[in-house]
C-alpha cells in the first residue's frame, strides 16, 4: 500500500495510454469462476455468501446483503432508507442504475424547515419523523428479486430475518455512532427500547435484538413491496409517522416506486468509469473531475497523481465540479441537468484553461453558488458472481441512526434524507451566495446525494466500488478510480489517504499522515488552505483482473467490514 502521498509514486503517462495501451483482450463469454462480496458487516457479508452458496446471482446476494446490512447497521441503512444499486448483468452486457432514493412526502414544501422570519431549523430535517423521505430500499428489495434474481424473497431474506430475531453483538462502531446519537435515540421510545440498553450505551458483545424488524421482513418475503407499501403495515407505518410529528400519507407509499435510470459513463485513461446519475450527483461529478484531471496531465506532459503538482490539479478539479454540483445537480424527474454538457471533455478543456499551474483559485472567485451540507452515515457493498453479475450499491438512511425515529411495531427505522434538500434555495446567504434551485423541496422529488457506487474496466480490469462518507463520497471514489486505474491492488483502493475539497468551504481536507511536510508547505504556498480531519469512508470494493482471471475483495481498513473471495459448489 502506498500509505503516504510522498515518494516517487507512479507516473502516469496520460499521452501513452489515452492512444491506447496494448491490453491483453478478453475472451467472450469469459466469467470469474469464483465470487466476491465486500461489505461493511461481516454478518452481511456472510449472508451475502450464503445467497451465492445457494445458488442465487449477484442480485439475490444483494438482496441479502441489503437486508442483513438494515439489521446489522441500523446506523448507516436500512428498511426506512433509500439508495442505489449499479447493476451489470453478464448475458446481456447491460449496465443499469436503480433509483431507489427517497422521495419527499407529498404533503412536503419548499419552505417546509424555515421558521416565521424564513431562518432554517436545522434539526427539523435530522431528527424525527419530518425529516423522513419515502423510503426506497423495500421497493429496491422486490424489484431486485423479481427483475433480476433466480431467488424467491423467502430465501433471500431468510438471513436477515434470523439476525433480526437472534440479535448481532455491539461492536465498538455501533457504540460510537449510539453515542454520537444517543440523545435524539433516548427521546424515542422505539428507538430507545431497540438500541440502547435502559436509556445507556450497551455494552460491548451485548445482542441487539429486532423482532418487529424481523417480523416486517417476513412480511416483505411473503407479500413483496405491497406488504410494505399498502395494507396493515403501510398502516402502522403512516400512523406511527404521523404521531410523531410527520407527514406521510398512506398514498406516499403507494405511489412509491423505484427508477432504473441509465448511468453516467466517462471514459480515463482508456478505462471506462460508470457511476451514479442523477438524482445522484456522483456520476456526473466524478466524470467532471477526471475529464479536467485529464486534460492537465496531458497539458503538463504526464503527471504523477501523487506529485504536488499531480494534487493541486486534483484539487482544483475537484473544486470546479462541486462547484457545478451545487448549481446544477437535482432530481431529473423535476429539473433538466446538463448531464451532457458537464460530463463532456470539451466543457474539462474550458474549465482546465482556468486552472493555473502554480496558484490556487479562491473559490469566492468562482461564480457563487449555495452549497448544502450532507449527512455522513451510509454503507456500500461490491459483489460478483462467478457468471461474472456483478453489483455496487451504496444505501443510506443518512445521519446516523436516521431521524433516531423506529416506527411503533414495525422495527422500520426513519431516515432523515430530507435534510439532503437545500433549506433555503434561491436566496442569498450572508455571502451573497445564491443557488442550489435544482435541489429545492417538491412533493415527490427525490434529494441531492453524492452516492457513487461505481465501475471501472477496461479489457484487463472489472473495478466494483463506493464508500458512505456524505459530499465526501466523490472525492474518495475518485481516489479509488486513481488507484484502480493505476494497476494497484484493490487493498490499495480502500485504503488509499484521502483527500477531498468541495468548493465551499474553501479547504482541502486531508487524513492525519497523508502529506508530507514538504507537500503541505508547498500546496500551502500555492494558496490552499489543508485541514486535517480524522480517517474517513469506508470502501468496499472487488477487483476481477481479466487477465489471469483473478479475484480480488478488500475491506476499508477504517471500518468493521468484511470482504471474502470464494469458490461455489459445483452444482450437482
Ligand atoms: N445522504 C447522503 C447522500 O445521499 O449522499
Known amino acids: 500500500m502506498m500509505s503516504r502521498m510522498t515518494g516517487m509514486g507512479w507516473i502516469a503517462l496520460f ?74 448483468q453478464a448475458d446481456s452486457g447491460r449496465d443499469v442504475m436503480l433509483d431507489a432514493r427517497e422521495r419527499a412526502p407529498g404533503q412536503a414544501s419548499r419552505d417546509m424547515y424555515l421558521d416565521d422570519e424564513g431562518e432554517p431549523q436545522p434539526q427539523l430535517s435530522v431528527d424525527g419523523a419530518l425529516a423522513a423521505g419515502i423510503p426506497g430500499i423495500p421497493a429496491a428489495l422486490d424489484h431486485l428479486a423479481d427483475r433480476y ?34 440523545e435524539v435515540l433516548a427521546d424515542d421510545p422505539g428507538s430507545r427500547e431497540i438500541f440502547l440498553h435502559a436509556g445507556a450505551l450497551p455494552d460491548l458483545g451485548q445482542l441487539i435484538r429486532q423482532p418487529d424488524l424481523a417480523a416486517t421482513l417476513e412480511r416483505l418475503a411473503l407479500e413483496g413491496r405491497d406488504g410494505f407499501y399498502q395494507g396493515e403495515l403501510a398502516g402502522r407505518l403512516v400512523d406511527g409517522v404521523r404521531k410523531a410529528g410527520g407527514i406521510w400519507c398512506r398514498s406516499d407509499l403507494a405511489g412509491y416506486r423505484v427508477v432504473e435510470r441509465d448511468p453516467v459513463v466517462s471514459r480515463f485513461r482508456g ?37 504536488v503538482l499531480g494534487l493541486h490539479y486534483r484539487i482544483e478539479a475537484m473544486r470546479r465540479a462541486y462547484r457545478d454540483r451545487a448549481e446544477y445537480l437535482g432530481d431529473p424527474d423535476y429539473v433538466d441537468v446538463p448531464v451532457e454538457r458537464l460530463t463532456s471533455p470539451d466543457y474539462a478543456a474550458g474549465l482546465a484553461v482556468g486552472i493555473s499551474p502554480s496558484d490556487a483559485t479562491p473559490s469566492a472567485s468562482l461564480a457563487p453558488v449555495i452549497t448544502a451540507p450532507e449527512g455522513p452515515h451510509t454503507t456500500h457493498f461490491s459483489i460478483m458472481d462467478a457468471d461474472g453479475n456483478y453489483v455496487a450499491a451504496t444505501l443510506s438512511i443518512n445521519y446516523p441512526f436516521g431521524a433516531g425515529v423506529t416506527v411503533p411495531g414495525t422495527g422500520v427505522l426513519l431516515n432523515d434524507e430530507m435534510d439532503d434538500f437545500s433549506q433555503k434555495p434561491g ?40 464508500t458512505p462518507g456524505g459530499s465526501r463520497i466523490i472525492t474518495m471514489v475518485l481516489g479509488g478510480v486513481l488507484t484502480a486505474t493505476r494497476g494497484e491492488s484493490v487493498a490499495d483502493w480502500v485504503a488509499e489517504p484521502r483527500i477531498h475539497h468541495q468548493y465551499l468551504p474553501d479547504r482541502v481536507e486531508v487524513e492525519p499522515g497523508t502529506l508530507s511536510e514538504d507537500q503541505r508547505v508547498e500546496l500551502e504556498l ?28 478488500a475491506a476499508d481498513p477504517r471500518g468493521e467490514g468484511e470482504a471474502v473471495v470464494f469458490d461455489l459448489r459445483q452444482a450437482p
Open 15 to 88: 499521452a501513452f495510454v489515452a492512444l491506447g495501451a496494448p491490453w491483453h483482450l478478453a475472451a467472450a463469454g469469459e466469467a470469474p469462476r469464483q465470487a466476491a462480496v465486500a461489505t461493511a458487516h461481516p454478518a452481511a457479508t456472510a449472508a451475502g455468501r450464503e445467497v451465492l452458496q445457494a445458488g442465487g446471482n449477484a442480485f439475490d446476494a444483494a438482496v441479502a446483503v441489503t437486508a442483513a446490512l438494515a439489521v446489522a447497521e441500523p446506523y448507516s441503512s436500512g428498511l426506512g432508507g433509500g439508495g442505489f444499486y449499479l447493476l451489470h
Open 271 to 307: 478505462f471506462e468509469v460508470v457511476s451514479a446519475a442523477p438524482p445522484s450527483s456522483g456520476g456526473v461529478a466524478l466524470a467532471e473531475i477526471l475529464n479536467t484531471y485529464a486534460t492537465l496531465a496531458r497539458r503538463a506532459g504526464g503527471l504523477d497523481d501523487l506529485s
Open 149 to 182: 434474481g433466480r431467488l424467491a424473497l423467502g430465501e433471500t431474506l431468510q438471513p436477515a430475518i434470523t439476525l433480526a430475531r437472534e440479535g448481532f453483538e455491539v461492536t465498538p462502531m455501533y457504540r460510537r455512532l449510539v453515542g454520537f446519537r444517543q
Open 427 to 466: 436566496v442569498p446567504n450572508v455571502y451573497g451566495l445564491i443557488g442550489a434551485e435544482a435541489n429545492a423541496i417538491a412533493p415527490g422529488k427525490r434529494p441531492l446525494s453524492s452516492m457513487s457506487p461505481t465501475f471501472v474496466r477496461n479489457d484487463e480490469l472489472v473495478g466494483v466500488l463506493g
Open 526 to 553: 500555492m494558496g490552499h488552505r489543508i485541514e486535517t480531519n480524522d480517517g474517513f469512508g469506508n470502501m468496499q470494493a472487488l477487483a476481477w483482473w481479466r487477465d489471469g482471471n483473478r479475484l480480488e475483495a
